[in-house]
């Protein structure tokens, strides 16, 4: 079955950019209507949805982030990767990549990655 | 942006308890509203799609109701594995937002 595996620093310095990789296995990034989606949570906080990708390259993005962040897909690698750029403490958290699929007509996040935490620190 | 409030924060519970937890949107989302749960340094784990629908392989005993801005999560009698986060999620119009979060603790 499909399994997500995000990949990432751990730890970025501030003002600089945060890069993460999200390796989708088990199916094609290509195949199907899916949406491919980062969402972020701060320790002992609720969940902020980042923004999402379809495989050809279609973008949504959460407004309160949109002027930092770029969310990119690789189809001949089975990847979508997210970039923050000008980080600060506010962008330390658990980061997930996940599919968002269509549901009875609605969409929903059915797969969800282990999640990777990045922590902002000089 | 759609705020989504859920309530309680936080509830204690026996095994074997029926327990609800609510979500409330600023403005009517139609069925477009799933149900998540966490458990610690885990993924959110989809238990309820489009307000009632029972995500494949989900315990029956989770239930989702509602539609327009009122919804609700029942869980009809309370396993061991259920104390966890609970959190909705409105998916009618982007950016996606979710509610605060329902701590479910074991009495």
């Known amino acids: 079955q499909v399994q997500l595996q995000e990949s990432g620093p751990g730890l970025v310095k501030p003002s600089q950019t945060l890069s993460l990789t999200c390796t989708v296995s088990?199916?094609?990034?290509?195949?199907?209507?899916?949406?491919w989606s980062w969402i972020r949570q701060p320790a002992g906080k609720g969940l902020e949805w980042i923004g999402r990708?379809?495989?050809?390259?279609?973008?949504d993005y959460n407004p309160s982030l949109k002027s930092r962040v770029t969310i990119s897909v690789d189809t001949s690698k089975n990847q979508f990767s997210l970039k923050v750029n000008s980080v600060t403490a506010a962008d330390t958290a658990v980061y997930y990549c996940a599919r968002e699929g269509l549901w009875g007509g609605h969409d929903a996040s059915d797969i969800w990655g282990q999640g990777t935490m990045i922590t902002v620190s000089s | 942006d759609i705020q989504m409030t859920q309530s309680p924060s936080s509830l204690s519970a026996s095994v074997g308890d029926r327990v609800t937890i609510t979500c409330r949107a600023s403005q009517s989302i139609t069925i477009n509203l799933n149900w998540y749960q966490q458990k610690p340094g885990k993924a959110p784990r989809l238990l309820i799609y489009a307000a009632s629908s029972l995500q494949s392989g989900v315990p029956s005993r989770f239930s989702g109701s509602g539609s327009g801005t009122d919804f609700t999560l029942a869980i009809s009698s309370l396993q061991p594995e259920d104390f966890a986060s609970y959190y909705c999620q409105q998916t009618y119009t982007t950016p996606y937002t979710f509610g605060q979060g329902t701590k479910l603790e074991i009495k």
């Open positions: 990708i379809d495989a050809s390259g279609s973008t």
């Open positions: 088990g199916g094609s990034i290509t195949g199907g209507r899916y949406f």
